[in-house]
């Protein structure tokens, strides 16, 4: 069973650009979660989509916002992008309690 | 606030030996509890997990200890070997509230010398 897909793995961007990542879930997982993971801050949720509904957001800028389409793939945008942006961006996907998460995407705002 | 405290920060342990980390909590309303492994440029992945109606989880060398009165959890590493050498995270949720929506610790980097 393939397991959690991210991509891409690595991006560069400048400052005031937007980027958008892309988050595979395991098959037959309908929830979608994504997590900033920083050396300062460690791992801070953003949102969670569930059948392609918004569940829950964590305390992040509207800078941030994600969809879910109808094959439980998920997208998160980040819109005028900061320095501080900087982060390992983690999705994962969840049948019930268990999260699985994937490898992340690496993004640095130059 | 939600929060999970995590301890020690950093954890230096002889092969053999037992790896012990700490986390405390606030939410009582908290019913899930994984612990979590990463490994550099990897994600987190889950390594065992408990819910409060049991005091203690083993699976293989991975232990957890649940003090639901204290709202304090522990892994435990038994017979910890130098491929163990990671950073682990514990969090929490709350499922019946809003499943996925995992709290982290800070993170226990742990080297475990040869």
């Known amino acids: 069973k393939a397991g959690v897909t991210q991509t891409p793995r690595y991006l560069i961007k400048t400052r005031g650009q937007q980027v958008t990542l892309s988050c595979s879930p395991i098959s037959g997982h309908r929830s979608v979660s994504w997590y900033q993971q920083t050396p300062g801050q460690g791992l801070q949720f953003l949102f969670e989509?569930?059948?392609?509904?918004?569940?829950n957001k964590g305390n992040f800028p509207g800078r941030f916002s994600g969809r879910q389409f109808s094959n439980s793939r998920s997208e998160m945008n980040v819109s005028t992008l900061e320095l501080g942006d900087s982060a390992l961006y983690l999705c994962?996907?969840?049948?019930?309690?268990?999260?699985?998460f994937g490898q992340g995407t690496r993004l640095t705002v130059v | 606030q939600q929060q999970v405290k995590q301890s020690p920060q950093s954890l230096i342990v002889q092969k053999g030996g037992i790896s012990i980390i700490n986390c405390a909590y606030e939410?009582?309303?908290?019913?899930?509890f994984p612990w979590y492994q990463q490994f550099p440029g990897k994600g987190p992945a889950l390594l065992i997990a408990?819910?409060?109606?049991?005091s203690e989880k083993k699976e293989g060398r991975f232990t957890i200890s649940f003090n639901k009165s204290a709202k304090q959890f522990s892994l435990h590493i038994m017979d910890s070997q130098p491929g163990d050498s990671a950073t682990y995270f514990c969090?929490?949720?709350?499922?019946?509230?809003?499943?996925?929506?995992?709290?982290f610790g800070k993170g226990t980097k742990l080297s475990v010398k040869p």
């Open positions: 994962a996907s969840s049948l019930e309690a268990e999260a699985f």
């Open positions: 939410n009582t309303a908290f019913d899930y």
């Open positions: 989509y569930f059948s392609e509904t918004q569940r």
């Open positions: 408990i819910r409060p109606d049991v």
């Open positions: 969090a929490a949720s709350n499922e019946g509230g809003s499943q996925g929506n995992l709290i």
